[in-house]
C-alpha cells in the first residue's frame, strides 16, 4: 500500500495528504468534534451524514461525483471498505489488476 502511494506520479503534497488520510489523521469534522465538541460532526455538503475521513473522501456525492467525473471515471461507492485505508487497499488491487491486465494485452498483441 506504502509503495503504491509514493509510486504515484502526483505531487508530493497530495502524496502526504493521503498519508495523513490512511493514518485517518486529517481533521474531519467528526474527528474536531470527538477532540474539541464545539463543532457539529456533520459533513459540510449539508448531505446529512457525519464527516469522517471515508465519507468526505469517497462517500459523498460530492466526493463520489469528483471520482466519476475524474478520468477514471471512477465509482467509489463499489470499492468496499469500512475505513479509507480499506477503501484505498481495494482501489489498488483494482489498479494492479488493470496493470495486470493490461500486460496480459500486450503479451497477446
Ligand atoms: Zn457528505
Redesign the pocket.
Known sequence: MWRHLWMLKTPSKLKIFLQKALYDAIPSNLAIHKRVQLREAN???????D?YTL??LT?????AGAWFSSKFFLRPELISGENFKDWWCGLCEINLMSLALSALGNLEG
Open positions: 459533513c459540510q455538503t449539508r448531505c446529512g451524514i464527516e465519507h468526505v462517500q459523498c456525492p460530492r466526493a
